[in-house]
């Protein structure tokens, strides 16, 4: 992904306005994916990945605002996968474990190594229930996907997950241009201070992977 469209912005502003769990913001941004033509699939597809960044508190604020301000009024929208057959548990391992290795690239291996040392049940559910039932879903792509887990993790202030991410939407094609361009969207959620740690944090980043990082 080489550049950050109109949807894909307001894509990535509401996932930031979720994250800062403000339902004002969250009606505001619904509003924005209205008029610039999101498709209903990603915002329902974010929604649901959210429960795995933020948690269910948020997510549910986030789903109630959708569906009464712009989404469909019930159920998913058209052509979403039904993730309610846990019959597909191997079938959602399997691609959990493509997904993960497609973020994390080189640092795979040690990622699982590392989770499963601080429990057996984090590893197994990180790869079936996150990467394979959620974030592997067909409906948005995992270029977006990382996007939208940048700026919901900037927002949370989780500085050692936000680093993975920011490699991970890196590995997954969005260009440091997008990447940065995502960040500055976020900026606005952020204390002066905040921002300068998520901006250190970027360019740190940028200088391993040889990269620009267009930010102010």
Do not use: F
């Not at 004002?24 to 008029?35: A, G, H, K, L």
């Not at 250190?200 to 040889?210: A, S």
């Amino acid at each position: 992904m080489d550049r950050l469209d109109e949807p894909t912005g307001a894509l990535m502003a509401l996932a930031a306005a979720i994250a800062t769990g403000d339902e004002p913001s969250i009606e505001r941004e619904v509003q924005r994916c209205s008029r610039t033509g999101v498709p209903p699939l990603w915002v329902d597809e974010l929604i649901l990945q959210t429960v795995l960044i933020c948690g269910w508190p948020r997510a549910l604020v986030a789903a109630r605002v959708w569906r009464e301000g712009g989404g469909t009024p019930r159920g998913p929208a058209p052509g979403a996968e039904d993730g309610s057959d846990y019959a597909r548990h191997r079938e959602w391992m399997a691609r959990g474990e493509q997904v993960c290795r497609q973020v994390y690239g080189d640092t795979y291996a040690a990622l699982r190594r590392n989770i499963r040392h601080l429990h057996p049940d984090l590893e197994s559910s990180m790869i079936v229930e996150g990467y394979g039932r959620v974030l592997g879903r067909p409906g948005l792509d995992l270029a977006r996907r990382e996007l939208c887990s940048v700026a919901q993790i900037a927002v949370l202030g989780a500085r050692r997950q936000l680093r993975s991410h920011l490699k991970g939407a890196l590995n997954a094609g969005a260009t440091p241009e997008v990447i940065g361009r995502t960040l500055e969207l976020v900026r606005q959620q952020l204390s002066p201070g905040e921002w300068t740690a998520v901006r250190e944090l970027w360019e740190r980043v940028v200088v391993g992977g040889g990269g620009g990082s267009e930010l102010h």
